[in-house]
């Protein structure tokens, strides 16, 4: 099941960078990170995924330390949009390939 | 280009109906996975279908089953609703193979079981 540990709530200010922050101590070295968001009843969206290295797309930047036993993920200017509950999840051969889901982080953009 | 489409969107039944939901997947996928999410929690993975085959499950009873046909769409079946079934029903398709492929999620269908 869900290999990853994150807190349950998080606010952030609009416009300033929000860090979510998640633990994966015991992730193996072929299993990737990902994160994942889901705004109210909707289906989860991809953000962005990583194996070692720091990711950085449109939407966001993924920072993996560098024994790989935690992450951050950075929105770097917060809108009322981006609130949401974000899932950080590993994946890889050892889960089946499948995406285990915890219960995230309910992320709560504040005006 | 179309992404997860799921039908219908929303499901009333009573306890011990049966019911069916439905899958296309995005453009280009061949696999289908299902999930479960109760309200609150994070979404359960139930099984997955690649080749018109049930290719991996999660921890559920055999009361949920499915079908992939052979244009990658997909059916989860579930017999002998219990009142606990009541759910978001999430579809996600991807490509099979690759293990850094990310999963795109249809917008779910919501069933409550009375």
């Known amino acids: 099941d869900a290999k990853t540990t994150q807190p349950t709530s998080m606010d952030c200010a609009e416009g300033r960078a929000a860090n979510l922050p998640c633990n994966h101590s015991?992730?193996?070295?072929?299993?990737?990170v990902y994160w994942y968001r889901q705004i109210h009843s909707q289906g989860p969206q991809y953000i962005i995924h990583?194996?070692?290295n720091n990711e950085t797309n449109e939407m966001a930047s993924l920072i993996i330390t560098e024994d790989r036993k935690s992450s951050t993920l950075i929105l770097p200017h917060a809108t009322l949009r981006d609130t949401a509950v974000y899932y950080c999840?590993?994946?890889?051969?050892?889960?089946?390939?499948?995406?285990?889901f915890g219960t995230g982080t309910s992320l709560t953009v504040i005006p | 280009d179309a992404g997860v489409t799921q039908s219908p969107t929303h499901l009333i039944k009573t306890r011990g109906q049966q019911v069916t939901l439905r899958c296309s997947p995005k453009?280009?996928?061949?696999?289908v996975s299902w999930y479960q999410q109760a309200l609150g929690q994070g979404p359960q993975f139930i099984f997955q279908?690649?080749?018109?085959?049930?290719?991996q499950r999660g921890n559920f009873p055999d009361r949920f089953s499915g079908h992939q046909f052979p244009n990658y769409s997909s059916e989860l079946n579930v017999n002998a609703l219990l009142l606990g079934d009541s759910a978001l029903y999430l579809c996600a398709s991807s490509l099979i193979g690759l293990s850094y492929n990310e999963q795109f999620f249809g917008p779910g269908t919501r069933l409550t079981v009375l």
């Open positions: 990583g194996l070692k």
């Open positions: 015991t992730i193996s070295g072929n299993e990737y």
């Open positions: 279908y690649y080749e018109e085959e049930e290719r």
């Open positions: 453009s280009g996928h061949d696999t």
């Open positions: 999840i590993v994946r890889g051969p050892n889960t089946g390939n499948q995406f285990y």
